[in-house]
Each structure stands twice: as C-alpha cells, then as structure tokens.
C-alpha cells in the first residue's frame, strides 16, 4: 500500500491518493519444497558425523580384539 498526498477538493479539504496491491508470492515461500543451502549443508554436516562415528566405533572393536586396523 502506498499514499500520495492528492489534490484538495472543492471545499479546500486535502485527498490522497491511495494505491493498493495484493502481496504475490515471496521467494523464499516458492522454494520452500526445496531445502535450502543451510539445510542441505546441515544435513552433510549429520552425515559426516555418523561416518565418523562409524570408523571410531571400528577401529574401537579392532583394539579390542587386537587386531590390526584394515586401511
């Protein structure tokens, strides 16, 4: 919504002039069925540190059955 200050009337009163418009679709709702950058890159982040888990939790069952870590 935006105002103007218009013309005075016949009687000498002030007008505006009032332009309104229906707000369209924002951005950041139309790309709201894809994930965004920091979800994609928080979702990277959990998943290197389930793989990183992994291989401490393997080479944690290799010490302890003395067995030479495979690499």
Same mark, same amino acid.
């Given at each position: ?24 679709? #924002?951005? @950041? $709702? &139309? ?5 965004? /950058?920091?979800? %994609?890159?928080?979702?990277?982040? #959990?998943? @290197? $540190? &389930? ?5 401490? /939790?393997?080479? %944690? ?11």
């Amino acid at each position: 919504m935006v105002g103007f200050r218009g013309q005075d009337d016949a009687q000498g009163n002030p007008t505006w002039d009032i332009y309104l418009s229906e707000p369209g679709e #924002r951005p @950041q $709702e &139309r790309q709201s069925s894809r994930p965004s /950058a920091s979800a %994609a890159a928080a979702r990277d982040q #959990r998943r @290197q $540190e &389930r793989e990183h888990q992994a291989a401490m /939790a393997l080479q %944690a069952r290799h010490a302890e059955l003395d067995d030479p870590v495979p690499y």
